[in-house]
């Protein structure tokens, strides 16, 4: 089993040691480097299940495997997350570069269990390469994540043409691109309570424009080395996707003169060129074990393109997980190699992972 999109806890006093002596002491020791997520995560008082955001380290991620049962993690970060909310593009250049040294030398240069994207600063998308080509070829990262809800001051969603450059190299690179959640303000949601709704839609939300985005702007085309995971949402919003958007399209065809949009083949619809990009290895869903709408999602695109998640150490807990990977086992609606390809093959596959 293969944990897809697992979460470090960020060390700030480490990371802030690999930072320029300019930068070390301009933030305070509780959030680190990062702006906070958004003024949601904060306003709102709420219990979680025991133990979870559990300040675990390298040892207790190891302590979770071996409890859990999982072969190896890919590890997003957590006040990371918020990484787009960087104003300041030089600080944006040397956080990223602080964390992604932290992360080899805290986690993938001491186990080969782990692996990671890496931040790249999408605020300056010349220096995002420069990193991006760093990270995975000096440093062996399986690729970078792009934070869901875009960047300060810029594009909200990320089949924008300024974000470009970083899928040519990554198509050169052939890596993955992680796109992950965790700001959810200006979604319309800045004035809802309680928080369990913000959570449950910021999510899905973000993934469902930068999904948008991405496959209209004709980038699945374009890139086509580059694989793209949109994690920590389920699969409801993916399914959702292919319908709206078949309807949308078949009403709405798009005057294209200049060539910008998505190509579809002779008779080919919106649907089947979603599952052609599927089952070509491009893009791939965060799932967790006991979603009800996983059988019906691999119904309409497959198996291929849904990876199992944890999102330990966050909302959950070592039994939770446990329960969730149970609940997958003992799912009557799939077959045993769906639930392969959920545990492990697409897994292996996105992150480019020795099977």
């Known amino acids: 089993i293969i944990d ?11 990371i802030a040691a690999r930072m320029p002596k300019e930068y070390r002491e301009r933030f305070g020791s509780a959030r680190g480097p990062y702006p906070p997520n958004d003024h949601l995560h ?29 072969t190896s993690a890919v590890l997003y970060p957590t006040n990371g997350l918020s990484f787009g909310r960087v104003v300041s593009l030089d600080w944006a250049i040397e956080l ?3 964390y992604n ?3 080899n030398d805290e986690y993938l240069s001491k186990s080969n269990r782990f692996q990671a994207p890496g931040l790249i600063p999408l605020q300056e998308p010349g ?20 934070p869901s809800t875009g960047v300060m001051g810029a ?3 990320l089949g924008d043409d300024r974000y470009w450059p970083i899928y040519e190299e990554a198509n050169r690179l052939k890596c993955c691109i992680g796109i992950h959640g965790g700001v959810h303000d200006h979604m319309g949601l800045d004035d809802m309570t309680p928080y369990a709704p913000v959570n449950a839609l910021g999510h899905p939300f973000g993934q469902m424009v930068n999904f948008a985005g991405i496959l209209f702007n004709g ?38 003169p200049r060539g910008r949009f998505l190509k579809l083949r002779e008779k080919e619809s919106i649907t089947d060129y979603i599952k052609r990009h599927v089952d070509e290895e491009r893009i791939y869903v965060g799932v967790e074990g006991d979603e009800l709408t996983l059988p019906f999602a691999i119904s309409i695109a497959g198996n291929k393109p849904f990876i199992f998640s944890s999102d330990f150490p966050h909302e959950v807990n070592n039994d ?4 969730e990977l149970q609940e997958l086992d003992e799912n009557k609606r799939l077959t045993a190699e769906d639930k392969d390809a959920v545990r492990y093959r697409n897994a292996e596959r996105f992150y480019g992972l020795p099977g």
């Open 4 to 14: 897809g999109d697992g979460h470090v806890v960020e060390n700030h006093t480490e």
């Open 42 to 70: 904060a306003a709102n008082a709420h219990f979680l299940p025991p133990g979870a955001f559990a300040k675990v380290g390298r040892d207790g991620w190891i302590d979770f495997m071996e409890d859990v049962g999982l």
């Open 96 to 98: 990223a570069r602080a």
């Open 101 to 103: 040294d932290w992360m």
């Open 127 to 146: 220096e995002a390469v420069k990193e991006l080509r760093r990270i995975v070829k000096d440093l062996g990262f399986c690729g970078a994540m792009l």
């Open 155 to 157: 594009q909200n969603h």
């Open 219 to 256: 980038v699945f085309d374009k890139y086509p080395q580059v694989r793209f995971g949109f994690m920590e949402a389920g699969s409801g919003w993916f399914v959702n996707c292919i319908e709206r958007f078949e309807r949308a399209w078949n009403s709405h065809v798009q005057y294209d």
């Open 320 to 323: 939770t997980c446990k329960e």
